[in-house]
């Protein structure tokens, strides 16, 4: 099941939303779980199992580091955690890679069906038993508040990753206010507009660039399905994130913020602090701290920073396109670190900045987008000319739709960086604007809603992952 969907809308969530204001707060939380519980077993009911098997694993382990404290009980938990992550979503790439290196089927595909949310999940838990450890947090002894840690249905399939810190008291106690309501429903249909209204539309473009065979593409239509892919890639993700916020918020909660205007960002360690930060500051905290950093000398920076976005890349998917992608990101974050390339940066105008790190991520974004090296590598060839400057096959027109245009447009205002102009806050607080934003709220929900009925185009990048 997906937030934008007529099941959820319609069906869904106002039945967990009647229950949920109507009860007391003794029986909020089994609320919540079991509607997280049904919410993932809809799509997924076999691997419901999985979910909950890791949960109790979780949950004995939080136990028993709670009262021993000993690292072999953490490395333990870890180990299982990432033992399950790596048989559900990596086997079978391992086993490919196996068979490939000795040119045989020396093994046999498991073809194990990746489970929707494991990489979310389990990274949730992970973060979970380090922070027990370290005495960030105090150990969970409720296995349903525990459980519904896990498997909290507004963030469970797609994130943000969620930190046990962020969420201890309110899991316990928590205030529902019509405030609050009013705010997270705002931000859940401003995120239903990106995902329905924006990133649907510019998937459509994207995936039939992205479709066409090699000799059909040259370089206007390359950066045309990049550029798309590229709006709809954060679109897709940042709107559910806003969508998962937004829920939270109505329930209760406060989930931290995912995105930051990446698109505004002036360099590659700036996109990354404004891009996925629930998922970047995991590896921060969780892996190149505890690597060394940035306490050991610069070679030895540049290695942490390498091995932390390959393994970035590889949690997005089990395929080498995800891993170069990492590896692309971490040397450009190394490139910016030594001092020539810096200070030479550091020079430039903040548009060339700006053009300089779009570019980076958009080059980024074919590794991401394709599925073989080969074809990303011949893509990119074509977006700088390889494949000629013109075609004879196909015309902007045949791609670009009015709707698509439209969805570009949209796009590139809310890239716009708009809470940094000092002049939008008071703007945005003008009466005009706060009596003007509900019924353009309603407005815009109607529209999405329109677009969800009429079965359009309706993918989702980060099921994938």
Avoid at 137 to 165: C, M
Avoid at 304 to 309: A, D, G, M, R, S
Avoid at 359 to 385: E, K, N
Wanted: with cysteine; proline share 3%.
């Amino acid at each position: 099941m997906i937030f934008a969907s007529v099941t959820f809308l319609f069906i869904f969530l106002p039945i967990v939303l009647l229950l949920y204001f109507c009860a007391r707060d003794s029986v909020r939380n089994i609320i919540l779980l079991t509607a997280s519980l049904i919410f993932y077993a809809w799509g997924e009911p076999v691997y419901i199992v999985l979910m909950l098997a890791s949960i109790v694993i979780n949950y004995i382990f939080g136990l028993l580091i709670g009262k021993f404290s000993n690292k072999a009980i953490v490395f333990s938990g870890v180990a299982i955690d990432l033992g399950l992550l790596l048989v559900f979503k990596y086997s079978g790439f391992v086993v490919d890679n196996i068979n490939a290196l000795f040119n045989s089927s020396v093994l046999s595909n498991p073809d194990i069906e990746l489970p929707i949310g494991i990489s979310f999940y389990t990274f949730q838990a992970l973060s979970y038993l380090i922070d027990v450890y370290r005495k960030e947090v105090k150990v969970q002894k409720n296995p349903l508040d525990f459980a519904l840690y896990i498997s909290l249905f507004p963030q469970l399939i797609a994130g943000p990753i969620v930190r046990y810190s962020v969420v201890e008291q309110e899991i316990k106690t928590r205030t529902v206010t019509f405030e609050g309501v009013y705010e997270g429903t705002v931000r859940f249909v401003a995120g239903m507009a990106k995902k329905v209204l924006i990133a649907n539309q510019l998937a459509a473009v994207a995936d039939k660039i992205f479709a066409l065979p090699q000799d059909e593409l040259f370089f206007g239509i390359s950066w045309i399905g990049i550029i798309c892919y590229s709006f709809q890639i954060l679109f897709d993700f940042s709107g559910y994130s806003d969508m998962a916020i937004g829920l939270g918020r109505i329930f209760g909660f406060h989930f931290n913020e995912n995105f930051n205007n990446p698109y505004a960002a002036v360099s590659i360690q700036d996109f990354w602090r404004r891009w996925h930060i629930s998922l970047s500051s995991w590896f921060r905290d969780y892996l190149y701290i505890p690597l060394g950093g940035n306490r050991k000398g610069k070679i030895r920076t540049f290695v942490n920073q390498l091995i932390v976005f390959i393994l970035c890349g590889f949690w997005h998917g089990a395929q080498w396109t995800f891993i170069v992608w990492g590896l692309y990101h971490g040397i450009f974050l190394c490139l910016e670190k030594i001092s020539a390339i810096k200070n030479c940066l550091d020079k430039l105008p903040s548009v060339l900045k700006h053009i300089y790190s779009l570019v980076v991520v958009a080059i980024g974004w074919v590794f991401f987008r394709c599925d073989t090296l080969p074809q990303a590598v011949r893509y990119i060839g074509s977006m700088f000319g390889a494949d000629g400057f013109t075609s004879n096959h196909y015309y902007f027109n045949e791609f670009m739709t009015g709707t698509a245009w439209i969805a570009i447009a949209a796009g590139i205002i809310l890239c716009i960086p708009w809470k940094e102009l000092s002049k939008f806050d008071h703007f945005r607080k003008s009466p005009v604007i706060e009596v003007a934003r509900p019924v353009f709220m309603l407005a815009l929900m109607f529209i999405c809603i329109l677009f969800i009925a009429s079965g359009t185009y309706n993918p989702f990048i980060y099921f994938r992952f």
